[in-house]
C-alpha cells in the first residue's frame, strides 16, 4: 500500500488521494494482481490521479518486484531505487513508512522546517542545500522511531510550519527555531507550462485519456476523437496539434492504433 500511495502522493493532492486509494486497493490487491494489469486496466483506475504515465510506471514497478524480488516490496533505499519511477524520495518514504527503516525522507515540507530550523531564513520560500539538510536530519532523527519522527515533521510543515503563512506562535519549535517570526513573504514563481486554448497541455493530455476511457476497448478513430476534444469548429492547425499530441501518448504508452482507430494501450 505504501508503494502505491506514496507513487499517487508525488503530484496529487492527499486528500485526493485518500479518497482514490481505497477503490485503486480494491481492484488492485496485491503486487501480483498490479503486475498483471494492462496499461488500459491501470489508466482506467487513475482517473483524479494526475499523469497517468504514473501509472504506468507503478505497474512497471509491480512488475519487476513479481520478477526480481518475488513478489515483495523491496525494504531498502538503494535497492528500491532500481525499480521504474522510483527516485530518492520516493525509495526513503516506502523504506522508512513501510519497514521503518532508518533513513533521510525528504518532502517539500520536511525540506522547508529543516531550513528554516537550520538558520534564519529571510523570506518563506528560502531553502537550504540539500546537503546541508541531509547533514542536519541525519543527527536529529531518532534511530528508534524514524516513521514516527517523519510524520510528525511532515504534519508540521503542513499545517504549521507552511510555505506562505507560518504560525511560529504556534509551532512547539520556536523557541529554537531562528527563523521564527523573521521571515518576510514570498510566492515562488513557477515555470510557465505548455498552453493551448489558454490551458496547459497536461489537461488535454487527461482529456483525450478520458474521451478514451468512456469509448471502451473499440476506441475512436483519430478524427472522431479529434472532433470530441476540440469541438466541430476546431481549425486544421488545432487538429494537427492535437494529432501531435496522440504521437506523445503513444510514445509514452498511454494510447495504441488498431488500423484507424486509437484505444488505451494494452
Known amino acids: 500500500m505504501v508503494l502505491v500511495s506514496e507513487t499517487m502522493l508525488q503530484q496529487t493532492q492527499a486528500s485526493r488521494v485518500a479518497e482514490l486509494l481505497p477503490p485503486f486497493l480494491e481492484m488492485f490487491p496485491s503486487i501480483h494482481t498490479l503486475a498483471s494489469a494492462s496499461n488500459a486496466d491501470v489508466v482506467l483506475r487513475w482517473k483524479g490521479l494526475g499523469y497517468n504515465s504514473r501509472a504506468l510506471r507503478l505497474r512497471d514497478?509491480?512488475?519487476?518486484?513479481?520478477?526480481?524480488?518475488?513478489?515483495?516490496?523491496?525494504?531498502?533505499?538503494?535497492?528500491?531505487?532500481?525499480?521504474?519511477?522510483?527516485?530518492?524520495?520516493?525509495?526513503?518514504?516506502?523504506?522508512?513508512?513501510?519497514?521503518?527503516?532508518?533513513?533521510?525522507?525528504?518532502?517539500?515540507?520536511?525540506?522547508?522546517?529543516?531550513?528554516?530550523?537550520?538558520?534564519?531564513q529571510a523570506t518563506t520560500t528560502d531553502v537550504a542545500p540539500e546537503p546541508e539538510l541531509i547533514a542536519l536530519a541525519e543527527r536529529i532523527i531518532p534511530r528508534d522511531a524514524p516513521s514516527a519522527w517523519h510524520h510528525a515533521v511532515m504534519d508540521l510543515g503542513a499545517t504549521i510550519c507552511t510555505a506562505r503563512r507560518p504560525k511560529c506562535s504556534a509551532c512547539p519549535l520556536s523557541e529554537l527555531c531562528p527563523s521564527s517570526g523573521t521571515m518576510h513573504e514570498t510566492v515562488r514563481l513557477r515555470r510557465p507550462e505548455p498552453i493551448f486554448r489558454g490551458e496547459p497541455r497536461r489537461l488535454w493530455r487527461g482529456r483525450v485519456v478520458d474521451v478514451l476511457r468512456q469509448a471502451g476497448a473499440s476506441g475512436m478513430t483519430l478524427s472522431a476523437l479529434s472532433t470530441t476534444v476540440l469541438g466541430s469548429d476546431a481549425t486544421d492547425d488545432e487538429h494537427q496539434w492535437l494529432q501531435d499530441l496522440y504521437g506523445v501518448l503513444e510514445r509514452d504508452g498511454l494510447v495504441s492504433r488498431k488500423g484507424r482507430r486509437i484505444t488505451l494501450a494494452h
Open 61 to 120: 514497478a509491480a512488475r519487476a518486484i513479481v520478477e526480481h524480488h518475488g513478489g515483495v516490496v523491496p525494504s531498502t533505499p538503494h535497492v528500491l531505487r532500481s525499480l521504474p519511477g522510483v527516485g530518492p524520495y520516493t525509495s526513503a518514504a516506502i523504506a522508512c513508512f513501510a519497514y521503518d527503516v532508518w533513513t533521510v525522507v525528504l518532502d517539500v515540507n520536511v525540506r522547508r522546517v529543516y531550513s528554516r530550523w537550520l538558520r534564519a
